[in-house]
């Protein structure tokens, strides 16, 4: 049985590029260029690439943060675009949730861990404030934060717990999606594990569905159920989690697989070796015709520089792809 | 599972105080001395006299300053040979107290100053978050008519608003914050701008906050500060710009004594009688400088980004 | 074996502020030899970084001081030298590259200008043709494509991961004996992360010189670093060769680190983790200073400071675990 939270249908998002007094638009930055992809319920979706291959512009569009040039996106099976005004802030916005990557500035640095907890609540229900107060408290807990310290600021505490604090803001309002956007690049080694545990525990617990938008492909296989790799705006590989990681089918995806590899320097010494990119991800503004990867790609052929891949199925991967050799 | 709060101060950066002993002492001079020297000001404005406690008889100046006593006129202050210690620092032309005038001043350029910078600050900060957060067409409105405020020279603008209306105390206060405002506009707006990058701005609209929820709630908050310090630094400009104008003879109208006209009277008898002009002068360049040197220190205190404004 | 290049013995680097004395570095002891590349990892505030400082001798003044400990460079005892001589050691003898190539590099200069820089301080060379040559050799040795036209470039011209090479050439040019990089491809993207780290392989072994890698990700130090010291509050708790660290990690916090790592070559359910945070550095444990998070804490730990024991040919542990 499937079931579908969200699907996001070929959205596109171009931003214009302008020049000169007139603000002449001279061409267009194709952030997103027709992607696609389907978040189940109580499961992780990872959205992997690196910067500028367009991952954060998706996850403002579930957001509402960025009006999209095209596409469709659908909340269980409804149009969000075509919510009135009142639906979507009674049917959407409270649902779909986000913890942001810097929990430095992602809290209001004048109110209190009680206020900052208590915004949604306060924001979009009509609860007594001693029904929010509980609440409050009852959200510390299940973040693993004593309810003593409601009443600090966020600068006291350390980026551990402000992450925390933030997690337990999303879960106010018992959202069904959270917009993970790297909740733990800018936190210690340490105190990583902790955080991704406690993600992982509250998923279980409240059945809830994660789009995760990530750069480090270890902490994503440990997130996610299924993995889109994203590359200058669109979707190469797409699919179940463990099979991408197992059998990576894009050379693209081999390649960001092999440079994360731990290759100590006996495994050197023993010829394994990382597959070094030549050259760096070429401008949004002038995609590369073809195939986008082939300027970089190792595998590359004529037809690469020529057609556009279509995006075909493997099993159960989706490669953008013209030579994949599969089994 | 919880940790202390306090354990935080580990991931802080140590705070370094390059600072030796005697600049300290140098720091907490400059905040002192302006601030004693402010106080006071602002007691002789108060207390000047107590008619708003219905007893107009009690006060800190010894005399009414609009009274006049022509065999009094023109007495220098006391140290010299030809005063007297019931005029301590003399009389003017009129024979009115020079010090009685100086402190009912304080209370007029105090009050205009206070006043405007309220009435500037408030419209400011309500343009300028307005104009920085809702961008667009709003922005570029608002924007345009605060580049053009700041283009005008608000002399100008206030001398033809003073002969239109007639030389009054609201005239006065009108004409500074007629373009005053503009100021804080901008400084807000960059603010603004600032702001509504930051992840707490997303956030909010993330959790569904109205575009005045955020803009009171977590824009304005944290406008507050370089706010402040715009504003104890304007103390000083204002103050300057009340004597101008009530010293071109546009400003508060006499006998009503401010410091500005205090300097106009004694203008033509600066060579014979220096003290008409000379003491509001200093007590200008008193508040003057005591009001920036209290801006500088807040700035540093409250918010090192600000240095290079 | 070749020649050591850099001794650091027991270093003690303190920050004095209001709120008073943060040792930041407290008795570190480490060395680096020739064409070896030496990882200083750790987490924020650990003194990885106060530690590089230490060795050019750029801590923040007044604040930052050197409080005891030895610095020796091929023979010299760098902290006993003048400042001006500490001058020309910098650029020339030791160099550094810092962690953010938008910051690290001078937005008014051409990139040929910025590399000059240090030619023509420290090697008093005049001669325009020849400047103009040791920078096109400082850029070809970070394998900068087409170097000639390169020249006339402005920073803001180049990519993120090319500016960091430019950053390179700069610490380069002059052959240092040690390069210094504090955290230098974090900022960067896995697949020019991957590129970068296998350029300045290739440029150690043209030059061989030693490195100081100062970072917090365990990836890195793998593929880079010979030898790896993990620093915990402000002391090196483990030092060993970067394959004995991944294999046989005895130091408790080191265990952590390397477990709490999710894995990227299988799938794990749960990650190891370890509550807590690090202690202030303005209010040390007595005893080791990882006690009040260690798993395996016994009565001594939180009593008196562990003593490093080498419990085999260059793996040396501070824990009083280990005998």
């Excluded at chain 1, 994360?260 to 949004?284: F, H, R, Y």
């Excluded at chain 2, 401010?258 to 009688?273: C, E, F, P, Q, Y």
Aim: proline share 6%; aromatic share 6%; hydrophobic share 40%.
């Amino acid at each position: 049985m499937s079931d579908v939270i969200l699907e996001g249908r070929d959205l596109k998002k171009y931003y214009p590029v302008t020049k000169g007094l007139l603000q002449r638009t001279i061409g267009w930055v194709r952030a997103i260029d027709g992607i696609s992809f389907t978040i189940e319920r109580g499961k992780t979706l990872s959205l992997v690439g690196e910067s500028g291959a367009g991952k954060t512009t998706a996850a403002k569009a579930v957001l509402l943060l960025e009006r999209l040039t095209s596409g469709e996106i659908l909340f269980e099976d409804r149009d969000i675009y075509k919510f009135s005004k009142s639906q979507m802030k009674a049917e959407y916005r409270p649902r779909v949730q986000s913890v942001q990557q810097n929990p430095w500035s992602s809290m209001n640095p004048r109110m209190r861990v009680r206020d900052i907890i208590a915004e949604p609540l306060v924001v979009n229900t009509k609860q007594t404030k001693e029904q929010i107060r509980k609440r409050v408290l009852e959200l510390l807990e299940q973040v693993g934060l004593a309810p003593n310290q409601a009443d600090y600021y966020p600068h006291e505490f350390s980026g551990g717990q402000r992450q925390r604090i933030a997690v337990a803001r999303a879960l106010a309002l018992n959202p069904s999606l959270v917009v993970l956007d790297e909740p733990v690049s800018a936190l210690d080694v340490s105190i990583r594990a902790q955080i991704m545990n406690l993600l992982k525990d509250l998923q279980n617990q409240f059945n809830l569905s994660y789009l995760v938008i990530a750069h480090n492909l270890a902490t994503v296989r440990f997130m996610s159920h299924s993995v889109a790799i994203m590359y200058l705006g669109q979707i190469v590989e797409y699919g179940d989690a463990e099979e991408l990681f197992q059998h990576p089918l894009h050379p693209y995806t081999r390649a960001l697989i092999s440079a994360s590899m731990l290759t100590l320097p006996e495994d050197a010494e023993q010829g394994v070796e990382q597959i070094i990119l030549k050259g760096e991800m070429p401008s949004p503004l002038n995609p590369p015709p073809g195939c986008r990867f082939h300027t970089r790609c190792s595998e590359t052929q004529d037809i690469c520089s020529k057609e556009v891949p279509e995006m075909k199925e493997y099993g159960k991967q989706h490669v953008r792809c013209h030579h994949v050799v599969y089994r | 599972m919880p940790e202390k709060a306090s354990d935080s101060e580990t991931t802080a950066r140590p705070v370094v105080s390059g600072l030796s002993r005697r600049a300290r002492i140098m720091r907490r001079l400059t905040f002192i001395v302006p601030v004693t020297i402010l106080s006071l000001m602002i007691i002789m404005a108060i207390f000047a006299d107590l008619a708003w406690l219905g007893l107009p008889d009690v006060g800190l100046a010894p005399y009414d300053p609009v009274k006049m006593s022509l065999p009094d006129r023109l007495m220098p202050p006391f140290w010299d040979e030809e005063g007297s210690t019931e005029h301590l620092l003399g009389t003017d032309k009129m024979g009115r107290d020079i010090l009685s005038r100086l402190i009912f001043g304080a209370r007029i350029s105090l009050s205009v100053s206070l006043l405007v910078i309220l009435i500037t600050s408030f419209v400011g900060t309500v343009l300028g978050i307005l104009g920085g957060y809702l961008g667009g067409r709003t922005e570029a409105f608002l924007m345009r008519i605060t580049d053009i405020s700041l283009a005008f020279p608000p002399i100008l603008v206030a001398m033809l608003l003073a002969v239109s209306m007639g030389p009054s105390f609201v005239t006065v206060v009108l004409a500074i914050s007629l373009l005053g405002w503009a100021a804080y506009a901008r400084l807000i707006r960059g603010e603004t701008l600032r702001l509504r990058q930051m992840d707490f701005v997303a956030q909010a609209r993330i959790i569904g906050a109205s575009p005045l929820r955020i803009m009171l709630r977590h824009i304005f908050p944290n406008v507050i500060n370089p706010l402040i310090i715009i504003m104890t630094l304007q103390i000083g400009l204002l103050i300057i710009t009340e004597a101008s104008l009530s010293f071109l003879g546009v400003g508060i109208p006499p006998p009503a004594p401010s410091w500005g006209n205090m300097i106009n009277d004694g203008r033509n008898l600066v060579d014979t009688a220096w003290w008409i002009s000379t003491f509001p002068g200093i007590a200008i360049a008193l508040v003057v400088m005591s009001g920036n040197f209290f801006g500088d220190w807040l700035r540093d205190k409250l918010d090192p980004r600000l240095r290079q404004l | 074996m070749s020649e050591i290049v850099l001794k650091v013995e027991d270093l003690h680097t303190s920050f004095f502020t209001r709120s008073g004395e943060f040792r930041a570095v407290d008795g570190v002891s480490f060395h680096v030899r020739e064409a070896e590349t030496f990882g200083l990892v750790g987490e924020s505030a650990c003194g990885k970084t106060v530690t590089g400082l230490s060795i050019l001798r750029l801590l923040p003044e007044p604040a930052g001081k050197i409080v005891s400990g030895k610095i020796t460079l091929d023979g010299t005892n760098i902290l006993e030298l003048s400042k001006k001589e500490m001058r020309a050691y910098r650029g020339a003898m030791i160099s550094m590259i810092l962690q953010d190539p938008m910051t690290s590099l001078n937005p008014v200069y051409t990139v040929g200008n910025q590399i000059a820089e240090p030619v023509r301080q420290h090697q008093r060379i005049q001669d325009k043709n020849m400047v103009e040559e040791k920078v096109i050799s400082a850029l070809r040795l970070l394998r900068i494509p087409a170097p000639e036209r390169r020249l006339q470039d402005y920073p803001f011209q180049m990519s993120g991961g090319m500016r960091q090479r430019v950053v390179g050439s700069i610490a380069m040019s002059c052959y240092p004996r040690l390069l210094i990089a504090d955290e230098p491809t974090t900022a960067l993207d896995a697949t020019i992360q991957a590129q970068y780290i296998a350029l300045f392989k290739d440029v150690q072994k043209e030059t061989d010189v030693a490195i100081i890698f100062i970072t917090h990700d365990f990836g890195v130090v793998a593929n880079m670093c010979h030898r790896v010291g993990v620093m915990y509050a402000g002391k090196i708790v483990e030092t060993a060769a970067t394959s004995t660290i991944f294999k046989a990690p005895r130091h408790p916090y080191t265990n952590a680190l390397i477990h709490s790592v999710p894995r990227l070559d299988r799938k794990d359910d749960r990650l190891y983790s370890i509550e807590g945070q690090p202690p202030s550095l303005l209010n040390l444990p007595p005893g080791c200073r990882f006690a009040p998070r260690c798993p395996d804490v016994m009565d001594i730990c939180n009593e008196q400071q562990p003593q490093e024991v080498e419990i085999s040919e260059g793996h040396s542990v501070s824990c009083w675990k280990v005998k």
